[in-house]
């Protein structure tokens, strides 16, 4: 019998699919249930895991009686988040949430407070922590090689959201523009567009990778689409006590970049005080100039160690430990950081101003 008996709750993100292949994959792991209240959204899951029928639930009580999870996955509408957090904390399991945190601020800290009495974990995954490049790129920091971290330029963004599903299986421009009006992504009471979709990576990573500062104020620029009701595109400038940074969001790049990186690329470019690091998405290794070397070369990215080669791995690991949740972005106090950075953004696009960071 697996040691961990996991549930996926929600299907509204198409990350659910990977995460279970993480959990199908891990070897002291179990699907213990499924759940969503449009059966076909969990169809495919059913057939790739062999999901068999008795751990598939359209009700969200059944599925958490009868799976008796450790640990729930939970792939909701962003502005559905806060909501299913606090029903899962009822049952006294692990949350497990796929970016981003929450659709405001508010949100987040009601999760958080949902979660702590409880004693269990809150995680909050973003994908772009366990991509090689990123995380030597922090290694890096942490050793010194460029300084303090005083200035980061974040590019993020994809195609589309509908462009893809579980494990980068490609959607027609047909298909997509299809499902455009009806989907979730779409819908500003959702949570959807760009901002509240990327944003999240360059504000949480952005603060990992400056130890955890937090920027004074924010200033954000969006597109604004006739007949699309969210965000395509957005430009956020953050002013810190030393320097500003940058950070954008996009659907809409020319290609996706885990298949060809588009120009401009996606990723961060660090600067501090003795070097810079340009670390690309899925990259096999960062670029990086210092004082003694300022010509760019490139440092291979290490792989990722046993125990923290993805995040259900991870999690599951510090359960397993009783270690706190220390990599950073999935620690929610860092990733609160990043939901200030976001709302601040939202705000200041609708008030077209520049605004001091909310509280």
């Known amino acids: 019998m697996a040691r961990f008996r996991i549930v996926g709750i929600s299907f509204d993100h198409m990350h659910m699919g990977d995460l279970l292949r993480c959990v199908d994959e891990h070897p002291d792991a179990e699907i213990a249930g499924i759940f969503d209240p449009d059966r076909a959204t969990m169809q495919r899951a059913i057939d790739t895991f062999g999901i068999p029928e008795d ?36 049952y006294g399991v692990h949350v497990f949430v796929e970016k981003p945190f929450a659709s405001s601020v508010a949100d987040a800290r009601a999760m958080i407070e949902a979660v702590q009495p409880t004693g269990k974990y809150l995680a909050i ?25 005083i200035e980061i330029h ?46 999240g990576y360059g504000a949480t990573l952005g603060t990992w990778y400056r130890g955890g500062e937090a920027p004074l104020e924010v200033t954000c620029v969006t597109d604004e689409t006739p007949g699309i009701e ?43 005080t003795e070097g810079t690091i340009a670390s690309w998405d899925y990259a096999d290794h960062v670029m990086v100039q210092t ?6 070369h490139p440092i291979p990215a290490a792989p990722l160690p046993p125990g923290g080669r993805n995040a259900i791995e991870y999690v599951l690991d510090c359960i397993a430990r009783g270690e706190p949740l220390t990599t950073g972005p999935l620690d929610p106090a860092v990733s609160l950081t990043g939901q200030r950075i976001v709302d601040t953004a939202a705000l200041s696009a609708r008030e077209k101003r520049s605004l001091p960071l909310v509280p």
């Open 125 to 149: 995954n973003w994908p772009l922590r366990w991509v090689e490049s990123h995380v030597t790129a922090k290694r890096l920091v942490d050793e010194g090689m460029i300084g303090e971290v």
């Open 154 to 199: 974040s590019y993020g963004g994809n195609r589309g959201p509908l462009y893809h599903l579980a494990d980068k299986i490609e959607v027609s421009r047909e298909e997509v523009e299809r499902q455009k009006p009806t989907s979730w992504w779409y819908k500003r009471a959702s949570g959807g567009g760009s901002l509240l979709d990327y944003l």
């Open 55 to 90: 751990r598939v639930f359209t009700d969200f009580d059944a599925c958490m009686k009868a799976a008796q999870p450790d640990l729930a996955i939970l792939c909701a509408a962003t502005a559905n988040h806060a909501d299913y957090t606090k029903r899962l904390a009822a």
């Open 291 to 296: 004082r003694a070397n300022p010509e760019p």
């Open 230 to 272: 969210v965000d395509q595109h957005a430009i956020v400038v953050c002013r810190y006590a030393k320097g500003l940074s940058k950070m954008e969001t996009r659907w809409g790049t020319f290609t996706d970049p885990w298949v060809i990186q588009p120009q401009p690329k996606c990723g961060f470019i660090l600067v501090g």
